[in-house]
């Protein structure tokens, strides 16, 4: 969502199609383990509603910015909303 409301969408798209493969093989755990967060955590639990709901809010958010109002953050008082501008090649 930081990267959408900072005007990085791009940033946010690649963020999701790494792990979209990787959770899905995994079997959506948890979370992560190690310095890289390489490892399915040692006691991770499989199958977790809310790392599933987590992938599919941010799926939603990504091909429909307007949808992140509907989630309010402290911070979004401190960031400067990005100027969007339209591609010299439109």
């Given at each position: 969502m930081t990267c959408i409301k900072t005007g990085r969408p791009q940033t946010a798209?690649?963020?999701?199609?790494?792990?979209?493969?990787?959770l899905s093989k995994d079997?959506?755990?948890?979370?992560?383990?190690?310095?890289?967060g390489r490892?399915?955590?040692?006691?991770a639990r499989k199958y977790q509603t809310w790392s599933i709901s987590g992938y599919l809010v941010a799926k939603l958010m990504i091909?429909?910015?307007?949808?992140?109002?509907?989630?309010p953050?402290?911070?979004?008082?401190?960031i400067a909303k990005p100027r969007l501008t339209?591609?010299?090649s439109f």
């Open positions: 798209k690649r963020a999701i199609e790494q792990v979209e493969q990787r079997g959506w755990p948890e979370y992560y383990d190690g310095k890289a490892y399915v955590g040692k006691e091909e429909n910015p307007a949808n992140l109002s509907v989630i953050l402290e911070e979004d008082k401190k339209r591609s010299a």
